[in-house]
Every structure is written in C-alpha cells, then in structure tokens.
C-alpha cells in the first residue's frame, strides 16, 4: 500500500522569507511521480511542481524548489521570497509509475504568509 | 474556458435523497477521475475511468456510481445521500502520453441535511 505523510497541519511564514513544507511517502515502487498541489481559498487545485523519481536533480519553478530524496522517501517543498498569493492548502501527492491510476494524497498543509 | 467543469458548483440535499454530480472536459484526455475531499484527510479517489468502456472503483466507493457518458463526461451519483456524505467533490482527468499530471475541476461542495 502507498501512504503520503504531511506531518505539519499548519505553518506560517512572513512574507519575502522562505519556508519548507514536509512530505514523506511509504512505497515499494521504484518508479513513481512525485507532486505538490496548491489550493487556494478558491479551492481549484493547482499544480506547483512535478519531481519523477528517476531524475536525481531536484524539480524547481520559479520561486517553488523541491528536496527530493528517495532512499529517505522524503519530498519536501520550498518557497522562497513568499507572497501573499503563496497562502493556501498544499498537497503532496504520489503516483506509481506501473499502475498510473491512482494518487495518493497527503493530508494537507495549510499555509499562512504573514504581511 | 475551463477545461474541466463541474455543475452544480454548490448542493444542498436532504438524506436519501438521489444526486448526480457532472463533470465535463475539453482537454481530450481518456483518464477521469472522482475524488472526494474531506478536512484534514486530503484527497480520496472514489472512481476512476480510462475510456467510456473502462470504470475502476477506487478507495472509497461505497454508496457512490458513476457512468461515463462519452469521454468528455463522467457523472458520480450518490443513489440515497447520507450525511457524511457532505464534502468537496473534485473531477480531475489526465493524458499519460503528456503528462501524468491530473487537472482539476473547480470542485462540487455537497451538504447533505
């Protein structure tokens, strides 16, 4: 069975400084994507970044960088310089590359940038 | 235009009463997907479908179907609403020749009375 784990309920950060959100998963895939999904207030899910487990370099978009780190089964996501827009739930979500059909969800965290 | 729509946006229902949630898309994709979203258990994946011929339970089907009409609509119906029912309802689809990302719909918010 696969599990994704978001240890942090919750998390704040002042605006412009930069954060970590955790996420671990527990698989016996070899091969599998790994996600970040943000949700705003508007609710409409929204994808960050995308990391495949093969590639050993880290995913970045713009301000939005990962810590992937298989043998740990740790998939961290950095925010650096955070805005406003930055506040909302983020997901961390897992597929395995041999089914292909199914996520695998975190619990979420929710995310507050303090002005 | 959204890709991927949802109606209604909003539900009130009363319990045992029968409800059909739609879902249509224009991104041409075969995969569809039903998920239900639930405070501080994230995302669940209800149905899922390949193609029209091809529907999948997946980890919380009970009291749930779907019918995949064509393949830009998959339909979830609750056939007798219960309470813990009330949820975020989401349709996603995607196109592994692309990408394995899923693209969401903007979401169903359901409450059962």
């Known amino acids: 069975a696969q599990t994704v784990t978001q240890s942090q309920p919750e998390m704040s950060v002042q605006e412009a400084e930069t954060v970590t959100l955790s996420c671990t998963y527990d698989t016996s895939e070899s091969d599998y994507y790994l996600f970040w999904y943000k949700q705003p207030p508007s609710r409409q899910m929204i994808l960050v970044i995308r990391?495949?487990?093969?590639?050993?370099q880290n995913a970045t978009e713009n301000r939005f960088s990962v810590n992937f780190q298989k043998a740990a089964k740790s998939f961290s996501l950095k925010i650096s310089d955070s805005q406003l827009g930055d506040a909302a739930m983020y997901f961390c979500a897992f597929l395995p590359w041999n089914t292909g059909n199914q996520f695998y969800f975190g619990t979420g965290t929710s995310l507050t940038v303090i002005p | 235009d959204a890709d991927v729509t949802q109606t209604p946006r909003n539900r009130i229902t009363k319990t045992g009463k029968r409800i059909m949630l739609e879902c249509s898309q224009t991104k041409g994709h075969d995969r569809m997907y039903w998920y239900r979203q639930d405070p501080g258990l994230g995302l669940r994946l209800i149905y899922y479908s390949f193609d029209v011929k091809d529907i999948n339970k997946g980890e919380i089907s009970d009291g749930y179907s779907v019918s995949r009409q064509a393949q830009a609509k998959f339909s979830l119906s609750l056939e007798s609403a219960i309470p813990n029912q009330t949820a975020l309802y989401f349709c996603?689809?995607?196109?592994?020749?692309?990408?394995?990302?899923?693209?969401f719909g903007p979401g169903t918010r359901l409450t059962v009375t």
């Open positions: 990391q495949e487990a093969y590639k050993q």
């Open positions: 996603a689809t995607s196109d592994p020749q692309v990408s394995y990302e899923q693209y």
